[in-house]
C-alpha cells in the first residue's frame, strides 16, 4: 500500500509542477503585446481494481460496490484561454487592435524566390510595421495578409472577395497612371481598409486586411514570437482552399462574427494576475501534500524494513 501511495505522491509532484511551470510563463508574459494565457486540466490515471461491483438480484439480495484505488493523476491538456485582452491606445497608425473574434494571418515570405509554398501563421499581436519595400510586418518580418487590389480614387470598394489576396502593400505602386503625388498618411479603418491619401488630396483604398477564425482554436500551437501554427487543423471558418493556394485568407473585419480593427491601438495580454497568484498559492499547497505523502510513504516503508530486524 505505502509503494502505491509513493507512486502517486510522485506522480502529483511531477503534475503539478507542469501546472508551476504554466503559472510562470503565464506571469512572464504579462506585458506580452497579444499574448493568451493559459491553463493546465487534470485527469486522474488508471485506476487499480480492488473488487468488481455485484448487482442486485431481487428484494432479498443487494449486490455490492466496485472498489478501486487510484494510482494518481496526469496533465489531460493546457488550454489556451482566447478572452479578449484590454486595448491600449499608441498613437502608431501601424498598430492594430482587434476587438471580438478573429486572427490576424501571416506569411512567412520564402527565401527561394521560385518557391511557390509559404508558411502561414495566425496571430493576435498587431504591432506591425512597414518595411523599406512597403509591406505590412510583423518585427520579425512576416507579411500581413488580406486583398490586395488597387483600388479607384475616393475609397470604392468595388472588388469580390478572394480576388488578389497575399501581401499588404501600403506605397502606391500600381497607380502612378492616376497620380505621382508622394503618400501623406495611411490610415487603416475599422473594416480592415488600408485608406492612402496623397499629397495632392488624391485618396485610394489601397487593399482590405482579413481576418480569419477557428472552429477548434485550442488546435492552434503557439510559434514563439507572439504566432499560431497548425492553422488548418483548427478548422478555418471563412474562406476556401488552403493557406497559400489561392483561396480566401479570411473574412472581413467587422462583418458576420469577425472582430472591427482598432488603428493606432494594441491588445494587451490577458493574464489576469490576481487569478494566477491565487492559482499559485492552490498549486503550490497542492505541491505541498503530495510531498509529504512521498515523505509519509518513506516512513512506512522504514517501518517496515525495521520489522525485520
Do not use: C, H, W
Not at 491538456?77 to 498613437?91: R, W
Not at 498598430?95 to 496571430?123: C, H, M, Q, V
Amino acid at each position: 500500500m505505502s509503494l502505491r501511495a509513493l507512486n502517486t505522491g510522485v506522480s502529483g509532484i511531477k503534475q503539478f509542477q507542469s501546472a508551476l511551470d504554466n503559472i510562470g510563463n503565464n506571469l512572464a508574459n504579462i506585458n506580452t503585446i497579444g499574448f493568451k494565457s493559459s491553463r493546465v486540466e487534470f485527469a486522474d490515471t488508471l485506476n487499480q481494481t480492488l473488487k468488481s461491483s455485484a448487482p442486485d438480484s431481487g428484494a432479498g439480495y443487494s449486490g455490492t460496490s466496485t472498489a478501486q484505488v487510484g494510482n494518481g493523476v496526469t496533465v489531460a491538456g493546457v488550454k489556451n484561454l482566447f478572452t479578449q485582452g484590454a486595448v491600449t491606445q499608441t498613437g502608431v497608425s501601424t498598430d492594430l487592435a482587434i476587438s471580438g473574434e478573429g486572427f490576424f494571418t501571416i506569411r512567412k515570405p520564402n527565401p527561394d524566390p521560385a518557391a511557390t509554398t509559404s508558411e502561414y501563421f495566425a496571430t493576435r499581436a498587431g504591432d506591425f510595421r512597414l518595411d523599406s519595400n512597403g509591406y505590412l510586418v510583423t518585427n520579425n518580418g512576416y507579411r500581413v495578409q488580406g486583398i490586395t487590389d488597387s483600388l479607384l480614387p475616393g475609397g470604392a470598394s468595388d472588388y469580390a472577395d478572394g480576388a488578389n489576396t497575399g501581401d499588404i502593400k501600403i506605397d502606391p505602386d500600381g497607380i502612378t497612371a492616376i497620380s505621382t503625388s508622394p503618400i501623406s498618411s495611411v490610415a487603416i479603418d475599422t473594416n480592415g481598409k488600408v485608406n492612402v491619401t496623397l499629397q495632392d488630396g488624391t485618396q485610394f483604398v489601397r487593399g482590405q486586411l482579413l481576418l480569419q477564425n477557428f472552429t477548434n482554436p485550442n488546435a492552434l500551437m503557439k510559434s514563439g514570437n507572439n504566432l499560431y501554427s497548425n492553422l488548418e487543423n483548427a478548422g478555418r471558418l471563412t474562406g476556401t482552399g488552403t493557406f497559400g493556394a489561392g483561396g480566401v485568407l479570411g473574412g472581413k473585419p467587422n462583418t458576420n462574427g469577425m472582430g472591427r480593427i482598432d488603428s493606432g491601438a494594441l491588445e494587451l495580454s490577458n493574464v489576469d494576475i490576481s487569478r494566477e497568484f491565487a492559482n499559485m498559492i492552490t498549486t503550490q499547497r497542492a505541491f505541498q501534500a503530495n510531498a509529504r505523502v512521498v515523505t509519509t510513504s518513506d516512513q512506512i516503508l522504514q517501518e517496515i524494513v525495521q520489522l525485520v530486524r
